[in-house]
């Protein structure tokens, strides 16, 4: 009498004795559709993060203004999401899926078009206008993939597809630390810069579009049959029994939560720095490789996209929320210290091995730590809890961005690795003291049991 399956022809419905209420689930092939289409606004409005920062002395020749103008262009990310995340989870929370999803592809979109015509040297204020309009869609999409993952996965898959969500996003890094050092070369003259970033900033307009038109089209807001019984059950609660003020009440009474909030702030905000920082750092020591520094960065990002990808698996197969959490943390914390250590060694071939170790742990725990959110924080909404980690991470960011900067300046690279050591040493403590309270697990396992009363399974024709 299994309660789901995992397949798209499966129903079950379930008549339990002390629960007359029949609960069918089911699964739809459009769940990978809708996943997939996420995973790729996501991936475009990632890119815009970094693209600028990878080549940060070379817009700094174009437009002319500091090493710290052209950081902002990526802390603007971090800063910007921090007073919108409440009002767009609260607009999750009332509109949908759909709703959200329109508004980030259509925001990105725009943010695109607006760095196209902002290609002149006295037109700075104009790309950092695009680049906020971008930050600004960002908000709509960083806390989504725990919740398209409920909405749309049965629980032996939520955790694989949250990855699948999160991989967009890394994917989005990747090709932005890829490919800007590879369209803009480091050049002189001006006209021929201008030519070079109009084509990087025209091809991600087209594909922003694109992507716009495929969400208006394909987009759907939940299935008609929930997926797992832990949706059943959240669909049948009443509007009124859900308060979204009441709902943040309870996640910041909530103690082992509010330990991965600052937990997660401080490994994703460790992340954000040395990606922004990344350029000046291999520069310092390695002169004139800004190719090398972006493959070094798509190096951090695709090892932590396997990461990313082999720790959703493994929690689906073993459900070890916090040992899985806490075995990533330390390694994080290991292979940033061997980062630090191995920068100035003259051999960048060490540096792209050490890159490697750090992001597959450091960009691997970001699905654990959305996955996690929910299992200490079920029922309330995938988006209240993911827009708590994600905002707490942001506030890192930017301090450990502006501070580990500071350091280099005046210290250092070896200086700035260490200050962000001390804090993932810091991080990895903490997520020790978290509770494992894993309430979801609970409530499929609760609706298994009292749906073993009396069990009704039929086969019902494929639908799509």
């Known amino acids: 009498h299994s309660h789901e399956h995992v397949g798209d022809h499966i129903e079950c419905k379930e008549i339990s004795s002390e629960n007359p209420q029949v609960r069918s689930t089911r699964l739809y092939k459009r769940r990978w559709a809708i996943v997939f289409l996420f995973s790729s606004y996501s991936l475009c409005n990632a890119f815009q993060w970094i693209q600028y920062g990878i080549i940060n002395n070379i817009f700094m020749h174009f437009y002319s203004v500091s090493s710290f103008a052209i950081d902002w262009m990526s802390m603007i990310y971090m800063l910007t999401y921090i007073p919108f995340i409440f009002p767009v989870t609260w607009l999750l929370d009332k509109k949908g899926l759909r709703v959200v999803a329109l508004v980030a592809s259509s925001i990105n979109c725009l ?7 902002s290609v002149r040297p006295h037109l700075f204020w104009v790309t950092m206008l695009g680049q906020f309009a971008c930050s600004f869609a960002q908000v ?18 939520v955790s694989t597809a949250c990855s699948i969500g999160v991989f967009g996003n890394q994917l ?5 630390f890829l490919v800007p050092p590879i369209l803009v070369p480091n050049v002189e003259d001006l006209d021929e810069l201008a030519y070079h970033i109009s084509i990087m900033f025209y091809i991600t307009a087209g594909v922003a579009t694109l992507i716009f038109i495929l969400v208006i089209i394909v987009f759907q807001e939940k299935p008609d049959v929930p997926p797992s019984q832990a949706q059943a059950a959240m669909r049948n609660m009443s509007p009124q029994e859900y308060s979204y003020l009441a709902s943040i009440r309870r996640l910041v009474c909530n103690k082992p939560f509010v330990l991965l909030i ?7 905000g460790c992340f954000y720095a040395v990606s922004t920082l990344l350029n000046r750092m ?15 960065g798509l190096i951090i990002v695709i ?3 396997v990461g990313s990808l082999i720790c959703g698996i493994w929690l689906d197969k073993t459900k070890t929320y916090k040992q899985t959490t806490l075995a990533v943390y330390l390694l994080t914390f290991v292979g940033m210290l061997v980062y630090a250590f191995t920068l100035n060694l003259g051999h960048l071939w060490i540096v792209f091995i050490t890159a490697a170790a750090l992001g597959f742990f450091m960009t691997g725990y970001l699905p654990l730590g959305f996955e996690f959110a929910v299992e200490l924080t079920y029922p309330e ?14 506030v890192f960011g930017i301090i450990f961005t502006i501070c580990q900067g500071k350091i280099i300046d005046y210290y250092g690279t070896l200086a700035g690795n260490i200050f962000l050591c001390v804090f993932l040493f810091l991080g990895t403590l903490m997520t020790a003291f978290i509770k494992a309270d894993l309430r979801r697990q609970k409530a499929n396992q609760l609706a298994v049991r009292e749906a073993a009363a009396v069990s009704v399974c039929f086969i019902c024709p494929i639908s799509a």
């Open 303 to 305: 090892a932590g996209m």
């Open 381 to 394: 909404s995938e988006g209240t809890s993911s827009g708590l980690l994600n905002c707490s991470a942001q």
């Open 140 to 157: 709509f999409i960083l806390g989504m993939p725990s919740r398209i993952a409920s909405v749309w996965f049965g629980s032996g898959e």
């Open 111 to 117: 943010g695109t078009w607006i760095k196209v015509a």
């Open 262 to 268: 600052i937990t997660y702030g401080l490994n994703v």
């Open 172 to 176: 989005g890094i990747a090709i932005g």
């Open 282 to 296: 291999i520069i310092d020591h390695y002169p004139g490789e800004e190719v090398n520094a972006g493959r070094i």
